[in-house]
């Protein structure tokens, strides 16, 4: 297997900053595993390495697809693969960074063969949801598959319709995972994950998040408005009646985190000031949800920061010469 290097961690904890001091100590080379830093345009709201960033390391599958245009992680893996494979052909190494956990499993354990996906039936459970609430779907889940309902929040729309889409076409998602968890891995990974003191994380993703206003946030989310795309579940384009986003009944969960709330300023529906607390109470929950499936994955080594790039260069290059 090829040897690869994995960096994750949850939001603001300072992976892209230490996937590029890596990658000039180790000839590396930085693959994005941000499910949202794929898309173009989408730059300040998604903390996307800037132009000077890049230019101190390579980058890949950043700015791959348009905002609405399908990306899910059977295609982010492939995309993956192809990069890691160039960047092994070059003679470098290749340092995956990002905190979005279904690529990253997609990647290092493969992608579970499930039941293909029904729009018909997500729309008519998104509807369910929308009328009865989501703890309605959880219930509906519950008896179907106990175990399955345990490992996922009732307010975990996405996660909720894709367990009850796999069990309408004929599987128990609880079966269905376990056989993937024994699945054979893909890479030989050597897999790090950030993990700052709680007061410390939420003390940087409060700073993001007054730096992406700061930083043109609400011209992004006029840009994404005035093209009259709606980023819908698994990134499918979804229009809004008047040719622009709108919110969902529970804060529209189908764009990046912060954009619904830029646009809701834009309206003159929220203060600038209140969109800032509310983006960083949804990123604190989404670092804790990061977290928690990090606990999950099998061989991580957590790291408390400030970390020693040239020690752990060290420690890794020792590694890489060993596989």
Do not use: C
């Not at 993001?208 to 992004?220: I, N, S, T, Y």
């Amino acid at each position: 297997m090829l040897p690869l290097l994995v960096l994750a961690g949850p939001t603001a904890s300072g992976k892209t900053a230490l996937a590029i001091g890596l990658a000039q100590r180790l000839s590396g080379e930085v693959v994005n595993a941000d499910s949202q830093q794929v898309y173009r345009g989408l730059d300040v709201g998604t903390a996307k390495a800037t132009a000077a960033e890049r230019a101190l390391a390579p980058h890949h599958l950043l700015d791959v697809v348009e905002p609405g245009e399908g990306m899910d992680a059977a295609r982010f893996a492939a995309l993956a693969d192809a990069a890691i494979a160039g960047i092994v052909a070059r003679g470098h190494v290749p340092i995956v960074a990002g905190g979005t956990g279904l690529y990253l499993r997609a990647l290092l354990h493969g992608v579970v063969d499930a039941p293909g996906r029904d729009p018909a039936l997500r729309a008519a459970l998104e509807a369910e949801a929308a009328r009865l609430g989501r703890p309605a779907l959880h219930a509906r889940l519950r008896a179907i598959d106990p175990d399955m309902a345990a490992r996922i929040r009732e307010n975990d729309l996405v996660r909720l319709v894709r367990a009850l889409e796999i069990a309408a076409g004929g599987r128990r998602p609880s079966e269905l995972y376990a056989e993937h968890a024994f699945q054979p891995d893909r890479y030989a990974a050597t897999f790090f994950a950030l993990d700052p003191p709680r007061a410390e994380l939420h003390a940087r993703i409060d700073a993001r998040v007054e730096a992406m206003f700061a930083g043109g946030l609400l011209d992004e989310a006029r840009a994404l408005a005035e093209g009259s795309l709606k980023l819908g579940t698994e990134g499918s384009p979804r229009l809004g009646a008047e040719g622009s986003p709108r919110l969902g009944a529970e804060g529209s969960p189908r764009l990046p985190i912060g954009y619904a709330e830029a646009l809701a300023v834009l309206r003159g529906e929220l203060s600038r000031a209140e969109a800032v607390r509310q983006i960083q109470v949804a990123h604190r929950r989404y670092a804790r949800r990061q977290v928690i499936w990090l606990r999950k994955e099998r061989g991580v080594e957590w790291l408390t920061p400030p970390v020693d790039v040239d020690a752990l260069a060290q420690r890794v290059a020792v590694v890489l010469r060993r596989s």
